[in-house]
């Protein structure tokens, strides 16, 4: 048996003891007290005793972990500002908001431009340059261009940002 439940324990058995000696001092002086009631006090008086001595176990004293200032933590593409830019603007390709599909497929087709200058970039492969084609096009209606998926976005940032070194 814990230590905890013996205390509790022991002053239900006091606060029972009590109310039993009420009992009794009552009854020599001609007052009659429910025993069960007066029992039943005694024991909830004993119970809100011992919790209201009861202490609670406090847990040790814990350090937070220092805290980590170095960028290293982040992925490699993500210390570039114009990818973290593009993060943010890709956030809002929805319809109906600030970047649309058809504004992402314009994005990339900025990044593919400017990769295009490095004479070492292997080619574009077929969708990713099917997509651009697309963007560059002057008739939206013409060249649809569906919703680009998440899989799909970062095999195009990959493939972007391998420029053959």
Known sequence: ?????RSLLLHAVVGAAAA???VAACALAGLHLSLPTM??????????????RLEPSRADQLDSPPLDLDVD????????????RLEDMIHGAQPH????????????AD?????????QAPPLSAPLQDLVDRA?????????IRAIDRRTLHRHLRELSNTGE
């Open 97 to 108: 908001r600030r970047m649309t599909a058809r504004t992402l497929a314009r994005t990339l």
């Open 136 to 144: 560059r096009h002057e008739d939206p209606e013409a060249a649809p």
């Open 39 to 52: 029992v039943a006090a005694g024991l909830a008086t004993g119970a809100a005793i011992w919790l209201l």
């Open 111 to 119: 990044i593919a431009a400017e990769r295009e200058l490095d004479p």
């Open 1 to 5: 048996m814990s230590a905890g439940l």
């Open 20 to 22: 039993l000696a009420v």
């Open 73 to 84: 933590y982040a992925l490699p593409h993500g210390q570039d500002i114009r990818v973290r």
